[in-house]
């Protein structure tokens, strides 16, 4: 029973991400506390979900991307250091293979999926919305079992076998795993640090670590104080007042041939928008599956019209899950338009979708992955490594929030503004508030790496004054006295270095859990 539920949870966090829009309960700040309670130690829970959020700070599924599967990770983690009374750094040990190995299972799921995709299509042919509609339920229950199945298994092989193999590690070996597993949240900070910076803005970076070093702020101070400065440099730009009003994108109504009920269907529908989701298709089977009810009503017995409605949506689309509102009203419009013999050029209907899927992406990815989700997961982490079992609460709670707004938000705007849409995304006030976005977490991310990432060097020597006496000098005394937190510091700026330069994500890891425990076992860092 226990290795079904630890199993399901991990489970049913991926079958949400795909049929109940993208509410983050696969981090690790909700998977490990989860499971600490189904094993009865939810503060153990809470301090290996706190770490591994921040190990995985920077990882995000973008597009087609597989990052390592932090659900599985955190899950078998958790469940091994209880279990089998694994140190945290042990645990650690356990759950960044298993995440690795996991993300082989998602592959799984989204190359078979294309197989529903084409399935789809010759449904499509046959105007069969209910076959569509089944082969979307049945896709997204092959990604929740892709998750499912690795952590049962390796549940059910047992904790004596890990408590076993960690009892025999050698003592070096465990001081190289205990240095490994504190350095490892620099590559998470490394990561989130790529996604927000340019050369305009990671100075920002720098003045967030710094006033966290010195002043002691914290995660959350220094968050509040990047807001601060980010709103400040926003409103005193020229003109950045009058388009955040909104002046120049006059929001006047104008007829809809949507009614109230077909605008609630399309938002619940749209938090299916991943369902089935491809690599080579993507979100198709998703954004199809939300408008099924309105197309099969609107073309009702014109089956080669509701045919060619299926096969239009059933070509590639791709964007951010939460803002998908606007293109799937627009979209619904002009085929309802086209049911009803308007003249409406059905092309009409993809430039829209691939007009706007683009930017909608890289609003979501920046805002919501990298700003909004990054600086929620380090105040919950650190909130959680000191034992809050609220944290997890407070992350889900504050991120759906935003979600659900977003959603809904822009489901009214397609309504509202029609192709005024277009004109949004082009004002020089939101792209301010973008970049002010990306201050506030560029100063979060400086703090991150200020607070928890401890790595520090014992390596100290002895001199001889001239009066013959002695004094020991630790170097880590030295580099505080020049610059504190300098190494953590000085660790990140290199991992960012080797990602900028291309270098895979994985062989970054393997390297620092391989020169971790190298450098602590010779004791030069700790």
């Keep these: 029973m226990t290795a079904f539920l630890v199993a399901f949870v991990a489970g049913f966090s991926y079958w949400t991400r795909r049929f109940c829009g993208l509410m983050y309960l696969e981090r690790p700040i909700i998977i490990g506390p989860v499971v600490g309670l189904i094993c009865g130690d939810v503060q153990t829970g809470l301090i290996i979900g706190g770490t591994m959020e921040f190990i995985y ?121 205990v240095l490994a597993g504190n350095a490892l949240p620099a590559l998470g900070f490394a990561l989130l640090l790529n996604t927000l910076a340019t050369n305009k803005l990671i100075p920002f970076f720098f003045i967030g670590f710094v006033i966290a070093a010195y002043a002691g702020t914290g995660v959350l101070g220094t968050a509040v104080i990047a807001a601060l400065v980010a709103a400040v440099i926003m409103l005193n730009r020229t003109n950045v007042a009058d388009d955040l009003d909104g002046s120049d994108t006059t929001a006047v109504s104008r007829a809809s041939v949507l009614d109230k009920k077909d605008i609630r269907r399309i938002f619940w529908r749209s938090f299916g928008l991943q369902s089935a989701f491809s690599f080579d298709r993507m979100q198709a089977m998703g954004f199809t599956w939300g408008l099924l009810p309105i197309l099969k009503r609107e073309y009702g017995d014109n089956k080669a019209g509701l045919s060619d409605a299926l096969k239009r949506h059933l070509t590639f689309f791709n964007t951010f899950p939460w803002l998908v509102g606007t293109p799937m009203v627009m979209a619904a419009e002009l085929e309802i338009k086209i049911a009803r013999g308007e003249k409406v050029d059905p092309q009409a209907i993809q430039g829209i979708k691939s007009a706007l899927m683009g930017p909608l992406a890289g609003i979501g990815d920046s805002m919501f992955h990298g700003t909004l989700r990054p600086i929620m997961g380090g105040i919950c982490a650190s909130l959680a490594l000191t034992g809050a079992t609220a944290a997890p609460w407070i992350f889900f709670l504050v991120i759906n929030g935003a979600h659900v707004f977003a959603r809904w938000w822009t489901i009214k705007q397609g309504v509202v503004l029609g192709e005024r849409v277009f004109s949004i995304f082009s004002t020089s006030g939101f792209r301010n508030f973008m970049e002010g976005a990306m201050i506030t977490g560029l100063m979060s991310a400086g703090a991150l790496v200020a607070t928890w990432l401890n790595i520090r060097t014992p390596i100290s020597y002895t001199t001889t004054g001239a009066g013959g006496g002695t004094a020991t000098v630790s170097l880590q005394a030295m580099f505080d006295g020049i610059f504190p937190r300098l190494l953590p510091l000085a660790l990140t700026m290199l991992i960012f270095f080797f990602i900028r330069k291309g270098v895979k994500t994985n062989y970054i890891m393997i390297g620092m859990i391989v020169a971790g425990i190298i450098l602590g076992a010779l004791g030069i860092l700790a």
């Excluded at 920077?58 to 983690?77: D, Q």
Aim: proline residues 3%.
């Design 57 to 177: 700070m920077g990882a995000a599924e973008i597009g087609g991307s597989v990052p390592s599967n932090t659900a599985v990770g955190t899950a078998l983690g958790t469940y091994f250091a209880i279990a089998a009374s694994l140190s945290l750094e042990q645990a650690i040990f356990i759950a960044i293979p298993a995440a690795l190995l996991g993300s082989f299972f998602e592959v799984f799921a989204k190359t078979f999926s294309t197989f529903f995709v084409g399935a789809a299509e010759k449904m499509a042919e046959k105007s069969n919305t209910g076959g569509i509609a089944l082969l979307v339920h049945v896709g997204n229950l092959l990604h929740g079992i892709s998750y499912f199945i690795p952590v049962y298994v390796a549940v059910l092989a047992g904790a004596d076998m890990v408590s076993v193999f960690m009892d025999s590690v050698p003592a070096w070996l465990e001081q190289g795993m």
